[in-house]
């Protein structure tokens, strides 16, 4: 009789004794059957044995095989292949013996317990080890994976061009108006008009692209030494030498009715809070006021320096404004608070003179009077470059930051400045390389800025020759600058440890609206009528330069 007859028969309900008569309860055997055992209970035992042989408790996974439920088809069908396989193998080792005896049973559970205790012992190594001998066997046997091509990777993208070596700005307009000197240039926030104002205490409004003049604005009793554009661009702010900071609607042409009043010396820096309501003021008295610009009140006092305060600036977000003084120091300024976080002093100590936040708001520009322009990362407190190559050591300079490269790829940023010898310059802010010398004021530059405008990318100066000129940056291919390449200006050596600081900026007097003749130079070419109140001015004798 065979295996599956036996199943069958074991699973024959008892009460079916027709088709089973050996199936029996103790209770009706005899007394001899159950001492001496039977042999359909001989039978019923070599079955079990065989059955368990045949189908062993084994677990088809590995033990560190977890499921997420997640598991692709692929997967399930490696696993399934897998568990039928080794039950393959281990039918052909363990083949049923007709003839078993109760130590063969013994000795097959002590095997398992010895397989438990060694799977339990195994590491994830060893468990991944097989997995991956698994899959090769699997390979090896189906060929289905083999066969498969894998997933095509799409070429990497072509490296950018390299970005341009230099700029190639032309001058677009050449503006006149103004009477006396120009000590500052501003474009309005949407690029359509730029703002200048003089020595003749002017301020005039013109468009952008046509350079036509749009509005002069007069009121100031002395010459204008800053101005400021509000984020909404209606309104321009204005700093005088006569001590007042005025309001004016760019749209009516008309000033605010009541002046900004409260600095005891001459106003020489403003800067926009970025929601508008709030301006900031520093002034030759050495304080930086806070003001509410609805009702004209001061609503902070920072005692900021020991020296006249030349530069402010307000950070994008409006959490911070940076100060800076002749007497070497450059503060950040928490504006809720009022507190100072931080103090950046350069080794050599050169006065500062102005300032300007970057665009990202996580440096400082700083201009000093030792023909430097320091970049500042005032977190950590260190200057992280120095760009030189340009002369200041007798005036304020303005400046800021600009955008070049080719079409089509993002910007990198440049650095630009005005020099006292009627260039202009401007530098690559990582590699410090000047990128271009711009020449065309026929004096000292004191006031630039940059813009962009129907994709078009302008830069705006200023300066004692009483002249705005408008720059526009004539786009050029890589091929193009390929072929009529020249040789970029060579940068200087670094002077950042130079302490050779001449007497002429030490010992410099400070003039009001930042416009005033080499100290000590009786025969300066500077016209006296560039200068507010018709001659120089000296300041409190403490001998340090303060330009605006």
């Known amino acids: 009789m065979d295996n599956s007859s036996k199943r069958r028969r074991l699973d024959t309900p008892?009460?079916?004794?027709?088709?089973?008569p050996f199936v029996q309860s103790p209770?009706?055997?005899?007394?001899?059957?159950l001492a001496a055992g039977s042999d359909h209970d001989e039978a019923r035992r070599r079955t079990s044995w065989s059955i368990q042989k045949a189908y062993p408790p084994k677990r088809p996974y590995p033990k560190s095989r977890s499921f997420s439920g997640s598991e692709s088809p692929d997967e399930l069908a490696v696993d399934a292949e897998e568990y039928w396989r080794s039950s393959r193998r281990n039918r052909g080792r363990r083949s049923p013996s007709p003839v078993q005896d109760s130590d063969m049973m013994s000795e097959r559970y002590e095997d398992d317990e010895e397989e438990m205790g060694e799977d339990a012992e195994d590491t994830d190594q060893q468990d991944e080890q097989e997995d991956e001998d698994g899959d090769a066997e699997d390979e090896g046997d189906d060929g289905e994976y083999s066969d498969r091509s894998p997933t095509p990777v799409p070429p990497p993208p072509p490296p950018p061009p390299p970005k341009p070596d230099r700029l190639n700005y032309k001058e677009k307009y050449l503006l006149r108006g103004h009477l006396r000197g120009i000590s500052a240039v501003r474009f309005s926030p949407d690029a359509s008009m730029i703002a200048s104002g003089g020595a003749d205490g002017a301020i005039k409004i013109w468009d952008t692209l046509s350079g036509k003049l749009i509005h002069t604005f007069e009121g100031h009793l002395?010459?204008?030494?800053?101005?400021?554009?509000?984020?909404?661009?209606?309104?321009i702010a204005s700093g005088s030498d006569d001590k007042t900071i005025r309001l004016w609607n760019v749209s009516t042409g008309k000033a605010h009715p009541i002046p900004f009043i409260g600095h005891h010396n001459y106003v020489y820096q403003i800067a926009f809070s970025p929601k508008g309501n709030m301006l900031v003021s520093g002034s030759y008295d050495e304080a930086v006021f806070l003001w509410d610009v609805r009702s004209?009140?001061?609503?902070?006092?920072?005692?900021a320096h020991s020296d006249p305060v030349g530069g402010i600036d307000v950070v994008w977000d409006g959490t911070l404004i940076a100060s800076c003084a002749t007497d070497g120091l450059i503060r950040i300024w928490d504006t809720?608070?009022?507190?100072?976080?931080?103090?950046l002093v350069h080794e050599d100590n050169p006065p500062v003179t102005s300032v300007k936040f970057s665009p990202n708001g996580k440096f400082v520009l700083a201009w000093t009077l030792d023909d430097c322009v320091r970049l500042w990362n005032y977190v950590e407190g260190r200057c992280i470059k120095t760009y030189q190559g340009h002369a200041n050591r007798k005036y304020s300079l303005g400046g800021g930051f600009g955008k070049?490269?080719?079409?089509?790829?993002?910007p990198d940023a440049f650095a630009v400045s005005g020099s006292e010898d009627g260039s202009i310059l401007c530098w690559d802010v990582v590699s410090k390389k000047v990128l271009q010398r711009i020449e065309g004021h026929n004096d000292v530059v004191l006031g630039v800025d940059t813009c962009t405008i129907e994709n078009k990318r302008l830069l705006v100066s200023c300066g004692l020759d009483r002249t705005v000129r408008v720059w526009e940056d004539i786009e050029r291919s890589p091929e193009e600058d390929q072929v009529g390449e020249q040789p970029a200006v060579p940068e200087p050596e670094s002077k950042d440890k130079d302490t050779d600081m001449t007497d002429a900026v030490e010992n410099a007097a400070p003039q009001p609206n930042g416009i005033h003749p080499p100290n000590g130079d009786s025969n300066a070419n500077t016209p006296n009528d560039d200068l507010p109140n018709g001659d120089a001015q000296t300041g409190d004798g403490d001998g340090d330069a303060m330009m605006e």
Do not use: F, H
């Open 14 to 20: 008892r009460n079916n004794t027709r088709n089973a």
């Open 27 to 33: 209770a009706e055997s005899s007394s001899d059957e």
């Open 222 to 235: 002395a010459g204008v030494s800053t101005i400021a554009w509000s984020p909404d661009g209606a309104t």
């Open 296 to 303: 004209a009140r001061v609503m902070k006092s920072l005692p």
């Open 336 to 343: 809720a608070t009022g507190q100072c976080l931080r103090t």
């Open 404 to 410: 070049y490269g080719y079409a089509g790829i993002p």
